[in-house]
Nanobody
């Protein structure tokens, strides 16, 4: 009964900005961490960013640091990903995810592993091309 549904993907030109949204339903969302992952053709799914339940802590992949911003609105059961200065290498299917990630995980050098996420959306296509 739990669902996560992404929206906001599409075709944009290099240098453009794009905002993605993901709505969670079927369970309490406010006690879950949330994250974004992406998968390009011929490549493995990779971490983009994640955020704690209170928004007090975040992690970003190196390619996303300073360029992408993750945020959430627990009253709307929604997590967002805003992307600036998109490049062709950002072309991928983008997935939202959520999981029970607490405590010490937010004080480590690396973000939580993909295996820590319990719930996943079906993905939204982002294509960056001139």
């Amino acid at each position: 009964q739990v669902q996560m549904v992404e929206s906001g993907g599409g075709l944009v030109q290099p240098g453009a900005s794009l905002s993605l949204s993901c709505v969670f339903s079927g369970r309490t969302f406010s006690d879950l961490a949330a994250g974004w992952f992406r998968q390009a053709p011929g490549k493995e799914r990779e971490f983009v960013a994640c955020i704690s339940w209170s928004s007090a802590n975040t992690f970003y992949a190196e390619f996303a640091k300073g360029r992408f911003t993750i945020s959430r609105d627990n009253a709307k059961n929604t997590v967002f990903l805003h992307m600036d200065n998109l490049d062709s290498e950002d072309t991928a299917v983008y997935y939202c995810a959520a999981g029970k990630i607490y405590g010490a995980a937010w004080y480590r050098q690396s973000p939580p592993a993909i295996s820590e996420y319990d719930y996943w959306g079906q993905g939204t296509q982002v294509t960056v091309s001139s």
